[in-house]
């Protein structure tokens, strides 16, 4: 487990964050974010948890993009709207396409 996060100042612009463990099997990296990022992570670690844990803890609920592709399923009607509503913005752009086109 973690000890306290050791967070230094330096300068106006970065903080530099380094979180060191008793696990000898656990190694430890030092990482620079701005002021803006620091705060924001600060703003959603649990009171009594560590930044590692936070960071932890914010990356595994979210996942990958790619593990959501394929899982809403569309029905008839859903894909049919989608369809129509597509291809009435290709024609469209293409129209706009052609009419610039022939102005030059």
């Avoid at 990482?31 to 803890?57: D, G, P, Q, V």
């Avoid at 595994?60 to 009435?88: M, P, V």
Wanted: proline share 1%; with cysteine; hydrophobic share 35%.
């Amino acid at each position: 487990m973690a000890m306290s996060v050791l967070a230094c100042l330096t300068g106006e612009r970065f903080i530099y964050v380094c979180a060191p463990t008793h696990t000898a099997s656990m190694a430890t990296k030092n990482i620079s974010i701005t002021n803006e990022a620091y705060e924001a992570l600060r703003r959603e670690k649990r009171k009594e948890e560590s930044f590692t844990e936070a960071i932890l803890r914010l990356t595994r609920s979210r996942g990958k993009l790619s593990d959501s592709f394929g899982s809403w399923k569309l029905s008839d009607e859903e894909d049919a709207a989608i369809k129509r509503e597509l291809s009435k913005g290709w024609k469209l752009a293409q129209e706009r396409v052609l009419d610039e086109v022939s102005r030059h």
